[in-house]
């Protein structure tokens, strides 16, 4: 795949099934107003974050080469994170929860890679550079935080979704993008926040990667750091819109302890954060974090896990005491005294130990599923894996003996022993039979004229979790979002009020004495009224270079303009206090 970024050893070591999310960064594509527009929020939230933010903001801008007049390129990025162990790949838009916390399990920080629109400078539910790049880079800077967000990443990309996660997703994802993109008709964002608000309120229980996305968003995307009564910001969320960071330090939003009560708690991506949850340190999110996986099927095993793999109807893995691990569609899952005695899979299946695939046990083999025993044999306090040869001998459990086993629960095995695997410890993990009938009561499982059977070896379920035991077992290079981004509308007015700001980008930069800024502002009056950017970005100029008489008409424009479109006031307002705060310092 070729990257419009200079590659770092964490990119190439990236599974395939990652690289199909990254998307060339085509700088070209920013055009001088996407620029105005990072410009104006990087300067508006350093000048008010350096006052709210974790003190790792300002340095961690700093580390991770971010310049406030300029979008920040790949290049760049990928060569100042090197060195502090992490690396930048650009997407489209949101990708699927487990591949991006897998992203962030290796290190990677995932950037999409366009930039919203002017007219929602304030805030996108579409995630964009200046969310990816200005909110969430910089606090990795600080390695406490980044190594909770290795670790999160780690954890959370095992997590079990149900069906309806992935529904979310993909609903979430269709409604950021219409949000984001000009002249989307409102029936149509009618429709796309009317279809998440049906699934948020019929998701059932909360999934384990519902609960770890709510995590999530109360730590890396909306956290607070510090005390209830004097918090401050951390969540890239909050670091990127320059709404909500204000907005979030008000009374109106509750601001609560954080703890594991926050894996409950839903929320809405629609609309501002009604509370936040403030950890006391970085510390303390790693804390949480392991109390979260102590709930998880990852560490628990045992039937519940097994059917929260049959609920998912998504490829995931389990994993016995042996160390085997079989990875595929599980599809039943049958109890006895509260364990799991039988396990079955539908579709393609691969068996493997530690993570990877055993050879001949691939899903060429089990293509059409796969079905095991788990436990102990009845009347046996031994169980098979903790044999011993000569146990297994005395029990007949030995090549070429045709042998009949009875497991706890009523499930029999019947067959021609044909081989058997063993894991490093010694320990038997796979026995291979011919000639086999496998039942459970009447109900007939395997029989003979299916082919060799495999037999999994193991007293229990230790664990069970999202994806395969080896990345290499399934091709995973099969997503297609349902939805891409929609890029803004080349017309002939958008073309020329590009241009106008391509002059001034060039004055501000180049200090071009001939270029007309009286020109500029004229045209700007009568072709683009609606234009509020632009306007600021002369008074700044007019302002250093002492043009006093042009300045005030540019301000008076900008006063009339506040008054013909009330939604920007505060932007504006906000703007002038940057340009003139500085002369009252």
């Not at 805030?123 to 606090?139: L, R, V």
């Not at 670790?151 to 990309?157: H, K, L, S, T, Y």
């Not at 968003?217 to 510090?226: A, M, N, Q, S």
Request: glycine fraction near 6%; charged fraction near 25%.
């Amino acid at each position: 795949m070729t990257n419009s970024f200079e590659s770092n050893p964490l990119i190439d070591r990236l599974p395939k099934h990652l690289k199909q999310f990254i998307k060339p960064q085509d700088y070209a594509d920013y055009t001088p107003i996407n620029q105005a527009v990072w410009r104006y929020v990087m300067r508006k939230n350093v000048d008010y974050l350096s006052k709210v933010a974790h003190n790792s903001y300002l340095e961690g801008l700093k580390k991770t080469g971010l310049e406030i007049e300029n979008i920040p390129n790949m290049y760049g990025m990928n060569r100042i994170l090197k060195e502090i162990g992490w690396a930048a790949v650009a997407v489209d838009g949101f990708i699927p929860p487990n591949a991006f916390m897998e992203f962030q399990a290796y290190n990677v920080l995932v950037i999409a890679s366009d930039i919203r629109q002017l007219e929602h400078i304030e805030y996108t539910p579409a995630p964009d550079i200046i969310h990816e790049g200005a909110g969430h880079a910089p606090i990795i800077a600080n390695p406490e935080y980044a190594e909770y967000l290795r670790r999160f990443g780690e954890i959370g990309c095992k997590a079990i979704s149900s069906h309806k996660d992935y529904e979310m997703y993909e609903a979430i994802r269709l409604l950021s993008i219409l949000k984001e993109a000009e002249g989307t008709p409102q029936a149509a964002i009618d429709a796309a926040e009317k279809a998440v608000e049906d699934l948020q309120n019929n998701m059932g229980e909360l999934s384990e990667m519902s609960k770890i996305r709510n995590l999530h968003w109360w730590t890396v995307e909306y956290g607070l750091i510090g005390t209830v009564e004097n918090p401050k910001i951390y969540g890239a969320g909050l670091l990127s819109s320059i709404g909500e960071s204000a907005w979030c330090m008000t009374d109106e939003v509750k601001k609560i302890p954080y703890s594991l009560d926050a894996a409950e708690q839903s929320f809405d991506i629609t609309k501002p954060q009604p509370q936040l949850f403030v950890t006391p340190d970085f510390a303390y999110l790693n804390q949480v974090l392991e109390e979260f996986a102590n709930t998880m099927a990852l560490r628990k095993g045992g039937p519940k896990s097994v059917k929260k793999l049959i609920d998912s109807q998504a490829l995931g893995t389990i994993e016995l005491s042996t160390g085997l691990q079989i990875s595929g569609n599980f599809s039943n899952v049958i109890e006895h005294n509260g364990k799991s005695v039988y396990v079955q899979t539908t579709g393609k299946t691969a068996l493997s130990y530690r993570n990877k695939e055993l050879v001949g046990h691939g899903t060429n083999t089990h293509a059409e599923g796969f079905g095991s025993p788990i436990g102990m044999l009845k009347g046996i306090n031994l169980a098979i894996e903790d044999m011993s040869p000569r146990d297994l001998k005395a029990y007949d459990i030995y090549e070429g003996k045709t042998v009949t086993l009875e497991f706890e629960g009523d499930i029999t095995v019947s067959g021609e022993i044909i081989t058997g695997s063993r894991n490093l410890q010694g320990e038997i993990i796979l026995i291979s039979f011919k000639n086999c009938t496998v039942t459970h009561r009447e109900t007939v499982l395997f029989q003979p004229e299916w082919g060799h059977y495999d037999m999994a070896v193991g007293k229990k379920v230790v664990s069970a979790f999202s994806g395969p035991a080896d990345v290499n077992s399934f091709d995973l290079i099969t997503h297609v979002p349902s939805s891409t981004t929609i890029k803004a509308k080349k017309t002939d007015e958008r073309t020329e009020l590009e241009n106008l700001y391509r002059k001034v980008r060039n004055v501000r930069e180049n200090n071009k004495l001939d270029e007309s800024l009286k020109n500029i502002f004229n045209d700007l009056k009568v072709n683009h009224p609606k234009d509020w950017l632009l306007p600021l970005e002369l008074v700044e100029i007019l302002k250093e270079r002492d043009e006093p008489q042009l300045m005030q008409e540019v301000l008076i424009y900008l006063e009339k303009i506040k008054e013909n479109r009330p939604e920007v006031q505060k932007l504006i307002s906000n703007g002038l206090e940057l340009i003139f705060e500085k002369e009252a310092v």
